[in-house]
Nanobody, 120 residues
């Protein structure tokens, strides 16, 4: 299973970016899909997560500004980031839990990370 993230880049404070992450490979079921971020010198932290039923949870620091969504037909998760702040600058990673066969185990997979920089 591979996760391919895209959509990062440079944005001005108050601007917007949209991240995408598509899962491919041997996929029988996908469960939670989420976005994490890691700023320089800091630990990786949860940004937002969405269940396969569509329930969402957000870090307090992004609630009301970021929106996570998913397209189950495309095995893709999105993160719409609005009202960006300099403190949102980080490498953003997507994560998902996948079962590759009916009776097989569930594994956690990570994308390669995409840089988001918020600066004027």
């Amino acid at each position: 299973v591979q996760l391919q993230a895209s959509g990062g880049g440079l944005a001005q404070p108050g601007g917007s970016l949209r991240l995408s992450c598509a899962a491919s490979g041997s996929i029988f079921s996908i469960y939670d899909m989420g976005w994490y971020r890691q700023a320089a010198g800091k630990q990786r932290e949860l940004v937002a997560i969405i269940t396969n039923g569509g329930s969402t949870n957000y870090a307090a620091s992004v609630k009301g500004r970021f929106t996570i969504s998913r397209d189950n037909a495309k095995n893709t998760v999105y993160l719409q980031m609005n009202s960006l702040k300099p403190e949102d600058t980080a490498v953003y990673y997507c994560n998902t839990n996948v079962r590759s066969s009916y009776s097989g185990p569930t594994f956690s997979y990570w994308g390669q990370g995409t840089q988001v920089t918020v600066s004027s």
